[in-house]
Nanobody, 121 residues
Framework: QVQLVESGGGLVQPGGSLRLSCAAS????????MGWYRQAPGKERELVAI???????NYTDSVKGRFTISRDNAKNTMYLQMNSLKPEDTAVYYC???????????????WGQGTQVTVSS
């Protein structure tokens, strides 16, 4: 069974920084595309940033220049460095990974349980 576990959320003042981590565990062959999503109260879940297995990245416009997504394939871990945080960044942040159990089987998407990020003075 594959599990994704996020950590690093918390309460931070506007302008502050947080670093989220998403660690994958269990038996699998490879992690393909991975991404961070967030869901604010009363809003739909939205994509924040994605990173391919080769390291290519893409960001939603509202976080460009402030957030950086990265991954350590040796540790099966993805990160989201969030700088210059704003109150509108407040949300539950989820990680998602496309996990290939075997070289012969197409990958499936797995989600973490979410971590709360609150930006407030």
């Amino acid at each position: 069974q594959v599990q994704l576990v996020e950590s690093g959320g918390g309460l931070v003042q506007p302008g502050g920084s947080l670093r989220l981590s998403c660690a994958a565990s269990g038996r699998f062959w490879r992690l393909d595309d991975m991404g961070w999503y967030r869901q604010a109260p009363g809003k739909e879940r939205e994509l924040v940033a994605i990173i391919t297995s080769g390291g290519s990245t893409n960001y939603t416009d509202s976080v460009k220049g402030r957030f950086t997504i990265s991954r350590d394939n040796a540790k099966n871990t993805m990160y989201l460095q969030m700088n210059s945080l704003k109150p509108e960044d407040t949300a539950v942040y989820y990680c998602k990974a496309n996990v290939r159990i075997s070289v012969f089987i197409q990958g499936n998407d797995y989600w973490g349980q979410g971590t709360q990020v609150t930006v407030s003075s």
